[in-house]
């Protein structure tokens, strides 16, 4: 975050919060004009980005995932060194993704990594087949999304990341990444579109194709940057922890998330949970509520209501159990 954003007080970014949701909202329609049926999608990553919550993409090879990602980046304009993207796999080393080893550092009995160009350094990450990765990367991995650091010749540093997107063809079912997979609260599938939608695939595919070869960008549109989304997660931030009343006893819920909408939020969740086996920790409670506060805000500037609840679609944590909640969740909230 710059310096001049992160001295931004609430005054301020409250006076500014309508113009930043214009320009979010802006920014996720024009995306959306050059993909074919990925708008949710699309609304999906600018909320994570926004919640600073990190997003798994579910879906087989062809599907726009690698596309939705870079155009994004492109859309938020990001300068050299603040993108990093890297295909995992087994072989993968710590190196290729948190940059190598100082070996003149090595020689004088430090461990230190030269890690500018590499993950640690970039505000936007995307990560291809993140499950096929190693234990070596996953540890790596697990402290750089739970807590954004990295260590140092053993000191905890911080990393530059704002945005994480993941994308995998499959979902693994080992226990050894049961914790990574909670980290990625939302997981959101990437379907094939050319069964219902076969004519405008072969026109945006053909035009995609046309301006990479031409080498141009007109999704690179300029509608909002980087600082739009660290302002509005910033502003965002502040809100929750305002506490209002001589005693504080009015919290974020009173305001912005009406009692029977929690009552059926919570009624929702025990139903996945007994009927389908959906596994949903603490943890993943508290991330969710925020980030249906942050999808409120996002798409009407309000407090939450029945439609945002559609969000609870992506706890799926197997590719099963996200096709079924892709199609109950709607249904339990009447939608």
Same mark, same amino acid.
């Given at each position: 975050?710059?310096?001049? &954003? &992160? ?14 949701? +214009? ?13 074919? $049926? ?8 600018? /909320?994570?980005? /926004? ?12 599907? +726009? $995932?690698?596309?939705? /990602?870079?155009? =994004? ?18 072989? &993968? ?11 003149? $550092? ?14 640690? &350094? +970039? ?18 991995? %697990? ?13 905890? /540093? ?65 509608? +909002?940057?980087?600082?739009? =989304? ?26 912005? =998330? ?53 969000? %609870? ?14 199609? $109950? ?7």
């Amino acid at each position: 975050m710059s310096a001049d &954003t &992160t001295a931004l007080s609430f005054e301020q970014l409250s006076a500014e919060a309508h113009a930043l949701r +214009a320009r979010l909202d802006r920014f996720r329609q024009a995306l959306g004009r050059y993909f074919v $049926k990925k708008q949710e999608l699309i609304d999906l990553m600018t /909320v994570c980005a /926004v919640a600073q919550e990190p997003l798994l993409l579910v879906g087989p090879p062809g599907t +726009a $995932k690698s596309d939705l /990602v870079l155009k =994004f980046k492109d859309a938020l304009g990001l300068k050299d060194g603040e993108y990093f993207e890297y295909m995992l796999t087994r072989f &993968t080393e710590p190196g290729e993704v948190m940059g190598p080893i100082d070996v003149a $550092k090595l020689r004088e009995g430090r461990y230190l990594r030269r890690s500018q160009g590499k993950l640690p &350094t +970039a505000k936007l990450v995307f990560l291809d087949e993140i499950f096929k990765s190693n234990s070596a990367i996953l540890n790596a991995l %697990l402290t750089v999304v739970n807590e954004r650091k990295y260590y140092q010749d053993g000191q905890p /540093v911080p990393v530059e990341l704002k945005i994480l997107f993941a994308a995998t063809n499959e979902i693994p079912e080992h226990s050894e990444l049961a914790a990574l997979k909670d980290r990625f609260c939302l997981k959101a599938a990437c379907r094939s579109v050319s069964e219902d939608h076969f004519l405008p695939l072969i026109d945006a595919g053909l035009a995609s194709q046309s301006w990479k070869d031409l080498g141009q960008k007109p999704w690179a549109e300029s509608h +909002a940057t980087l600082d739009d =989304f660290l302002k509005a997660n910033r502003y965002l931030a502040m809100q929750f922890g305002r506490a209002e009343g001589a005693n504080g006893e009015e919290k974020d819920r009173h305001r912005f =998330f009406p009692e029977p909408l929690l009552l059926e939020l919570r009624r929702v969740l025990r139903t996945l949970v007994r009927e389908d086996g959906v596994f949903i920790s603490d943890r993943k409670i508290v991330k969710l509520y925020r980030l249906l506060r942050t999808r409120a805000w996002v798409m009407h500037g309000g407090a939450v209501e029945r439609e945002d609840l559609r969000m %609870l679609s992506y706890l799926g944590e197997t590719r099963d159990e996200i096709d079924l909640l892709e199609d $109950k969740v709607p249904k339990l909230l009447g939608l």
